[in-house]
C-alpha cells in the first residue's frame, strides 16, 4: 500500500532483539490455491510498465490468526501497531514507498532486464523482481528477513503476476474504477484495489494455479533469513550466484545492519554489475539514513555511489546506484 509521507512505527531500538535468523529456500507449493482464493489484490500501474499485482496488506491484518505463521509476527505487529520489531519483524508486508521512487525510475531508463540474473534483497512483496521477471530476466532470486512474507506474499504475488491476464480492466482507465492516483513528480502511479463493484459483494475469486503452466515462476528462487546467513547458504552452492542487478530498497534504516549488507553486496554482485539502492534521506527511531551509509561505504573503498534521483518534496527520498570501483577510482 502506497503511504506517502508515512513514517515507521517501531518497537525496539537499533540493535537486534533476537538471535540471527537462519536462512532457508522456499519452494513454492505445487497447489498454492489456498494462498490466492478470496484474495483481494491490488494493482499498480506506472507508465508503460506491465501492470504489478500484489495481496492488499489491510486482509493480512485482518486474517492474521488464519494463516500459517510460526514466526507471530503477523499478530505482534497488528497488536503493537507496529512496523519493524527489530531483529523479529523487519517491515516486508508492507510496500514503502521508495520501491515506487525506483519503479518509476527505471520505467524512465527503460531497462528491460533481458537475460540478466536479479537480485530483490530484502524484497517483501516482491514488486521490484516481479518487473524484472516480466521484462525479460534470466533468473530472479528473492529474499526476506523473514519467512512468513516470504510463504504468505512473495510467493503469492509472483504467482499472480506469472497468471495470463483473462481480462481487460476497462475500469484501470484514468478517472474511473475505485483506484487511487497519486501524483509524483510529473508521472502517476495507480494503484487499483481489486474488488467486486457491488458493495458487500464477495472478493473475486482466484482459480487454482497449475504450476507446471508457470514458466516464469520456473526462473525464481525464494529465501528467507539474516543476510548474513542467507549469504552463508548461497555461497555453499556451486557455482555461487552472482547478480547482474541487485535491487533493494528501504534497507538502510537501521545503521546496525550496515556491515552485514555491504558484505552480501560485496560478495553477491557480479564484476560490472549494479546496485540500485532506493531510500529515505532519515529513518527517524532508528537513525539510518542515506548520508551515514554513504559515509559508510565511502570507508570501506569497495564501492562508488552515485544519485540517480532526489526527491525534494517532504521528508526527501532518494534512489542511488552501487558499482564496484575500478582502478582509477581508487
Known amino acids: 500500500m ?20 537462519e536462512a532457508k529456500e522456499h519452494v513454492p507449493q505445487n497447489d498454492p490455491q489456498f494462498l490466492l482464493m478470496d484474495a483481494v489484490t491490488e494493482t499498480v500501474t506506472i507508465g508503460t510498465l506491465p501492470p ?3 495481496l492488499n496488506e489491510t486482509v493480512f491484518e485482518k486474517t492474521a490468526s488464519e494463516r500459517t505463521d510460526e514466526e507471530n509476527i503477523l499478530s505482534r505487529t497488528s497488536e503493537q501497531r507496529s512496523d519493524l520489531i527489530s531483529g ?16 518509476e525510475l527505471i520505467e524512465k ?19 521490484l523482481g516481479i518487473l524484472a521477471l516480466k521484462r525479460g530476466a534470466k533468473q530472479v532470486h528473492f529474499q526476506d528477513y523473514n519467512s512468513t512474507v516470504v510463504e504468505q506474499l512473495t510467493v503469492p504475488n509472483v504467482i499472480l503476476n506469472c497468471q495470463e491476464d483473462d481480462k481487460v480492466d476497462s475500469d484501470d482507465e484514468e478517472g474511473s474504477g475505485k483506484g487511487k492516483i497519486q501524483e509524483k513528480f510529473g508521472s502517476k502511479i495507480k494503484v487499483k484495489e481489486e474488488k467486486d463493484v457491488e458493495e458487500g459483494s464477495p472478493a473475486p475469486k482466484k482459480r487454482a494455479i497449475d504450476l507446471s503452466e508457470q514458466p516464469l515462476l520456473a526462473k525464481c528462487r525464494f529465501f528467507s533469513g539474516d543476510w548474513s546467513t542467507f549469504l552463508a547458504l548461497v555461497k555453499k552452492e556451486d557455482p555461487q550466484p552472482k547478480y547482474d542487478i541487485i535491487f533493494t530498497s528501504e534497507t538502510i534504516y537501521n545503521t546496525a545492519y550496515y556491515p552485514t549488507l555491504h558484505e552480501t553486496l560485496h560478495k553477491l554482485l557480479s564484476l560490472g554489475g549494479l546496485v540500485y539502492l532506493a531510500t529515505k534521506s532519515h529513518y527517524f527511531g532508528v537513525g539510518g539514513g542515506l548520508h551515514l551509509f554513504e559515509t559508510f561505504v565511502e570507508q570501506r573503498g569497495i564501492f562508488s555511489l552515485d544519485h540517480l534521483w532526489d526527491g525534494e518534496e517532504g521528508l526527501q527520498r532518494h534512489v542511488v546506484v552501487l558499482r564496484f570501483k575500478m582502478p582509477k577510482d581508487t
Open 2 to 21: 502506497l503511504t506517502v509521507g508515512a513514517s515507521l512505527q517501531i518497537e525496539d531500538n537499533t540493535k537486534p532483539a533476537e538471535p540471527l535468523k
Open 109 to 127: 531508463d527503460g531497462e528491460t532486464f533481458g537475460g540478466k540474473t536479479i537480485l530483490d534483497l530484502g524484497c517483501g512483496a516482491g514488486l
Open 52 to 54: 504489478l499485482h500484489f
Open 88 to 103: 523479529v519483524y523487519e517491515g516486508g508486508l508492507k510496500v514503502w514507498e521508495c520501491t515506487y521512487d525506483l519503479l
